[in-house]
């Protein structure tokens, strides 16, 4: 349900949700448009105070929220484009050939192509995907070592193009999944996802267990995760 309210002349409009919860929540989405849930008996109207109420907190997040769109790499593949692989900042120079072929030759990441070919993004996921499966096992062995006093059977690593989700995990199946994206990464923060999908073979959930045993293992694994966050999107997705 779309309303309205009127704040110092201006019209907020914000998508209203009733559910079975006790408090009002606010969240700015992506897009930048406010969703407000609130207890299925409350008034409308008292929703309508409470979002006027905190009428100025919502304009500094929508503010936040389009600042980081602003800052968003874009998603295209063009000559000079900046790309990540293994941790390092590349250029990108596209050359025209009979078949799809990328090299790496210093700063630049060269793709060789056909002319107009309108695929070229997702051949280069493809090749990612290839580069990333021998780093990801690599180091699944290295964090295996970390959690041999747990006996755990080597999980099979799945590679996936993720939007919003660094690796997940299977018990039943005995399977980790990993982003592709993480090729782009810095070798410690591929360990640091998949330490932290390892040990939810020992602690399924993100029980306080789970990160008391994740920080005895990885003391720095939140640094590694912020630097993850921040660093090594290039857009290309």
Known sequence: ???????????????????????????????????????????????????????????????????????????????GKKLFFMGREYTLRITSGK??????????????????????????????????????????DDMLKLVSDYEIERPEIYIRNMKSRWGSCNNQKNRIGLNVQLIKADRKCIDQVVLHELVHFIHYDHSSKFYALLGELMPDWKERKEMLEKNYNDGIR
């Open 1 to 79: 349900m779309l309303r309205a309210i009127n704040y110092c002349g201006l019209r907020v409009e914000y998508e209203f949700v009733k559910k079975d919860i006790k408090n009002i929540n606010i969240r700015i989405t992506p897009d930048g448009s406010i969703s407000v849930s609130a207890p299925s008996q409350m008034p409308e109207k008292k929703v309508d105070s409470f979002v006027e109420e905190k009428a100025e907190w919502i304009f500094r997040k929508m503010a936040d929220v389009e600042k980081r769109r602003e800052n968003m790499p874009d998603d295209s593949m063009y000559d």
């Open 99 to 140: 078949k799809f072929e990328v090299k790496i030759a210093g700063d630049e990441i060269i793709i060789s192509s056909r002319y107009g070919d309108e695929n070229l993004k997702a051949k280069y996921i493809g090749w990612l995907t290839e580069k990333a499966m021998p780093a990801f096992e690599e180091s699944l």
